[in-house]
């Protein structure tokens, strides 16, 4: 008798607690809040990784306008004629402090609508 008593306490108990949390309803205002907070932190990520958008340069690959970050990058470029020249004046010492790939000042550009990244 006290164990069938202890399981219907049990189910009622359980019965109660989902009744409780079908009536909760999420408060769309703190929705909203937290859909916002999720659009500022993409945006910052976005900033971080790509820099700030330019607005006048068009993709080319969506062909749409506003969209593009860009941000000054440095690319291996070759190899730098001064570099093996001083590599074998020092005996290749000169080498193991600057490499002999040259580098090159270029613009990444990444558009936020499609995605894509390039270098000009």
Known sequence: ???????????????????????IKPDPV?????????EIYEAEKLLQAYGPISPQYICPHCQTKGFVHTRPVKRKKGVSGAKVTGA???????????????KEGLTQAHCGNCNSTWDF
């Open 88 to 102: 074998l004046l020092t005996f290749g010492v000169s080498m193991l402090a600057t490499g002999l790939s040259r």
């Open 30 to 38: 703190k929705e909203r809040h937290l859909q916002e907070r999720q």
């Open 1 to 23: 008798m006290r164990d069938t008593l202890a399981f219907v306490g049990c189910v009622i108990i359980v019965l109660i607690i989902y009744a409780i949390q079908k009536n």
